[in-house]
């Protein structure tokens, strides 16, 4: 008995306990592989193959099997029924998300039957940026959301995460785990583009020596800022100290 699918949804949201009550964890992406390890009426309990993420979904029909060929490099892909801008639907593939190949016509390919999306909206599958963050700003003013990981809403170690994942490079989920996978610790006077800061439960990465871009709850964002204020304002109004810096 198959017990590994394919999410093919825009993105399915991933709960702690099988319950929306017991809060998102993460979402799945379309084109995410996962593998069923209970099911229990209307939910499963899964683990997503990529970042050995485990929680709770409810029961849909997901795919068998999906061939990657590319992967959305916008912040969001418009889907179309037909190869034609006239002929959009309200579905939509996020950023990072894995899509096969059926056919392709002029500026579209079409990834499932009858679903099209431009070829101005994707990469091929081995495709990687030469700067593992420099996709990042086209989630700047996104909504943050705890456990989101889209245009809808995202949180600080999803923003961090989909990076890594855009360039098929392994990085776990949470911040806490991203601290341990991170080896070497940066001075404050040594930081340089791209270094990860962290506190308990945050992570921000420095885009130059002065400022940082993270999903910001206060702010309820994704926001660039100064990085010694910001320092202080989490110590100030959280009471929380920089646990490190790490360079990645």
Partial sequence: MQNSYYNNYTSINVYKNNSVSSGLTTQMLYGEKFKIIKKNGDWWKIKLIEDKYIGFIKKKKFKKKITYYY????????????????????????????????????SFIEFEKNKWIKISDIKPINYKTNNIFEKIKIFKETKYKWGGKGYQGIDCSALVQLCFTFNNQYFPRDSKDQLKHLKK????????????????????????????????????KVITMNIDKTIKRIKDT????????KRI
């Fill in 71 to 106: 992967k959305v490099s916008s912040l969001k892909a418009n889907v179309y029924n037909a190869p034609s801008v006239k002929k959009k639907i309200k579905k939509k593939i996020l950023f990072s998300s894995k899509i096969s190949h059926i056919s392709k016509s002029k």
């Fill in 185 to 220: 610790k940066i001075q404050r006077k040594n930081v340089k583009k791209n270094d990860l800061f962290f506190w308990k439960g945050h992570v921000a990465i420095a885009i130059s020596r002065k400022n940082l871009i993270h999903a910001y709850g206060p702010f309820k």
């Fill in 238 to 245: 959280a009471n929380l100290k920089l646990i490190s810096i």
